[in-house]
Nanobody, 126 residues
Framework: EVQLQASGGGLVQAGGSLRLSCAAY????????IGWFRQAPGKEREGVSY???????????YYEASVNGRFTMSRDNAKKVVYLQMNSLKPEDTAVYYC????????????????WGQGTLVTVSS
C-alpha cells in the first residue's frame, strides 16, 4: 500500500524543539519531493518546507519565511524517512503537520502532491 506516515508531534513549551518524521511505504521514495505542510485551527493549510533530490542540482531545500532559520529538513533514503527538526518553537507553530510526496518535477517546490500522510499534532504552549 502506498502511504506516508507522519509522527513525532506532541506538546512542547515555547522555545523548545520537536522532530517530526515522515515514513514512506510502497513507492520509490527517492524520486519524490517531500513537503511538510501545516494547518492551524480555523486556518487554511500552508506549506512549511520542502526537500528534493534533483538529478541536475542535487539536494534542494526550501523553507517558508515563517520557519526559515528554525526548521531543518533532512532525509534518509535508506530508511525512507524524512525528518523535520523544529527548533525555537513558537505558539503560532501550533498546528497539525502533514507530509506529502510529489512527483511533479516542473518546478521546486512543487505545486501538486500525489501522496499525503495522516498528520501529527504539534502544540506549543506559551
Amino acid at each position: 500500500e502506498v502511504q506516508l506516515q507522519a509522527s513525532g508531534g506532541g506538546l512542547v513549551q515555547a522555545g523548545g524543539s520537536l522532530r517530526l518524521s515522515c515514513a514512506a511505504y510502497g513507492f520509490s521514495f527517492d524520486d519524490y519531493v517531500i513537503g511538510w505542510f501545516r494547518q492551524a485551527p480555523g486556518k487554511e493549510r500552508e506549506g512549511v518546507s520542502y526537500l528534493g533530490d534533483l538529478s541536475a542540482t542535487g539536494t534542494m531545500t526550501y523553507y517558508e519565511a515563517s520557519v526559515n532559520g528554525r526548521f531543518t529538513m533532512s532525509r534518509d533514503n535508506a530508511k525512507k524517512v524524512v525528518y523535520l527538526q523544529m527548533n525555537s518553537l513558537k505558539p503560532e507553530d501550533t498546528a497539525v503537520y502533514y507530509c506529502a510526496a510529489s512527483s511533479d518535477s516542473r518546478k521546486f517546490p512543487p505545486e501538486l502532491y500525489d501522496i499525503w500522510g495522516q498528520g501529527t499534532l504539534v502544540t506549543v504552549s506559551s
